[in-house]
């Protein structure tokens, strides 16, 4: 188990290099749902992701070139759903490659369903699915860009809504969550602890 021995047993990281693959982080995994020009859809995995306040707001990190980005700028939604640990293969087949088309054959493997309100797709089996209203896309962060949305409909599988008298520990071993942790690995998550807030602390 590593010791705090002060700051001199640290190492200086290169920040004229992206830092990220030093270490591990942890981060959502999620399918971004867009609708092609042509009137195809496309799913994208993203784990830059979050939300934005407690407001309904969403955002991802997408870069310009990516169809998702182009997609959501053009038609002013996007769908976001939360595939389970069992979907990780399909989750990782939507990052395949474009053929020379332009199309993105793997996305046969993903079953998808209609949004209600926006025109994009949403993964079949997912446990939670948002659709969004393109609210802005600010661009510049290097390469990428963070394009937000307003979720105007949210949807969830019964089986992880939590419920006020609920117990935590059942709902996650029923129901574990997909986690990314980049670079490169995955966890599933089956347990939690109760996090110790401190005394009159307000939100
Ligand atoms: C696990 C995983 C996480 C990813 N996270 C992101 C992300 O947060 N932002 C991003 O721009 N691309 C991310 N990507 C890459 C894109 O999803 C990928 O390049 C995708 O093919 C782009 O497809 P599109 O052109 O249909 O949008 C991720 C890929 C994988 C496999």
């Known amino acids: 188990m590593p010791t705090d021995t ?3 047993h640290l ?3 290169n920040t004229t290099q ?8 942890v981060a959502p995994l999620v399918l971004i749902g867009t609708r092609e020009a042509d009137g195809g859809h496309d799913l994208a995995p993203k784990h830059m992701v979050t939300p934005l306040g407690w407001q309904n707001y969403f ?3 997408c870069e310009p070139r990516h169809r998702t980005y182009q997609n959501a700028r053009r038609e002013g939604a996007f769908t976001v759903s939360y595939p389970r640990p069992s979907q990780l293969v399909e989750t990782s087949l939507a990052a ?3 053929d020379s088309d332009g199309n993105k054959p793997a996305l046969d493997a993903l079953p998808v369903f209609a949004a209600l309100g926006v025109d994009a797709p949403l993964l079949r089996g997912g446990y939670l699915f948002l659709e969004c209203a393109l609210e802005r896309v600010i661009d510049g962060f290097g390469n990428n860009s963070l394009v937000v949305g307003r979720i105007t409909a949210a949807r969830i599988d019964p089986s992880v809504q939590r ?3 609920g117990d935590p520990q059942a709902l996650l071993k029923n129901a574990p969550l997909l986690v990314y942790l980049h670079p490169e690995r995955f966890a599933s998550i089956d347990q939690s602890f109760s996090f110790p807030f401190p005394a ?3 939100k």
């Open 18 to 25: 992206p830092i990220w693959e030093c270490f591990y982080w």
């Open 96 to 98: 395949s490659p474009r």
């Open 6 to 8: 002060g700051p001199g």
């Open 163 to 165: 419920h006020a008298d």
């Open 200 to 202: 009159g602390m307000r």
């Open 59 to 61: 955002g991802f990190v």
């Open 11 to 13: 190492v200086e990281l």
